[in-house]
């Protein structure tokens, strides 16, 4: 399996641009996470779905940030407007089984720079 | 709310040393503890821990959880500069949500 798939790896934006990134989990993954990571807070949690279904949003910073997941093998985390402050690493991961099996597989992330 | 906690932030060794990282959890209806190590890319599954006292290991690299007290050890023996890493941990709860603690840098010098 090619693993969890991001992209862009590298995205450098204006503020108040539209920024969306991309995220395949492993085929067969009923889970999936987006995480945001920076040197000030580590690895934050943002939404987390399971089943396509948004479960827990509540790391969701504000109106800005969206998160989609049409279908079992696509989501998408979007931005808009962007600013300075969400400049940082972001990560999704996917897992399968049920509640507490816990391993999670990270994608190689998206580092976004908003200038 | 979850809460994990990692020690020491950071930490340089020599090669040959041995080291220990701590991890202290206050997750509600906690399920497992992860260990994950995070070179230049994405975080990489080390190890997970369920039950207390029970060692898991892989090759130099061993932990351990324990229940009553609420943390977990990760130890490396025998230190390489290809154990220079962030070492993270995370709690998870019943929800399968994990909370991430702040990570500890290791650095090993030839």
């Known amino acids: 399996d090619a693993g969890v798939i991001q992209s862009p790896r590298h995205e450098v934006t204006e503020m108040g641009q539209e920024v969306t990134l991309r995220c395949k989990p492993i085929s067969g993954h009923n889970s999936l996470f987006w995480y945001r990571q920076t040197m000030m807070r580590g690895l934050e949690l943002l939404i987390y779905?399971?089943?396509?279904?948004?479960?827990?949003d509540s790391g969701m910073p504000e109106d800005r940030f969206s998160a989609k997941m049409p279908n079992a093998s696509f989501s998408t985390l979007k931005i808009q407007p962007s600013e300075p402050r969400d400049s940082a690493v972001y990560f999704c991961?996917?897992?399968?089984?049920?509640?507490?099996?816990?391993?999670?597989?990270f994608g190689e992330g998206s580092r976004l720079t908003v200038l | 709310e979850d809460k994990v906690v990692q020690s020491p932030l950071s930490l340089v060794v020599h090669e040959g040393d041995t080291v220990t990282l701590n991890c202290s959890y206050e997750?509600?209806?906690?399920?497992?503890l992860l260990w994950y190590k995070q070179e230049k890319k994405a975080p990489t599954f080390l190890f997970m821990l369920t039950s207390s006292g029970i060692e898991k290991k892989s090759g130099r690299l061993s932990s351990i959880l324990d229940k009553k007290e609420l943390f977990s050890i990760l130890n490396i023996t025998a230190t390489q500069t290809g154990d220079s890493a962030v070492y993270l941990c995370a709690g998870v709860n019943a929800g399968n949500m994990l909370t991430f603690g702040g990570g500890t840098r290791l650095m090993v010098k030839p």
């Open positions: 991961a996917s897992s399968s089984g049920g509640p507490g099996t816990g391993e999670l597989f």
């Open positions: 997750v509600t209806n906690f399920r497992s």
């Open positions: 779905f399971n089943n396509n279904v948004p479960i827990d």
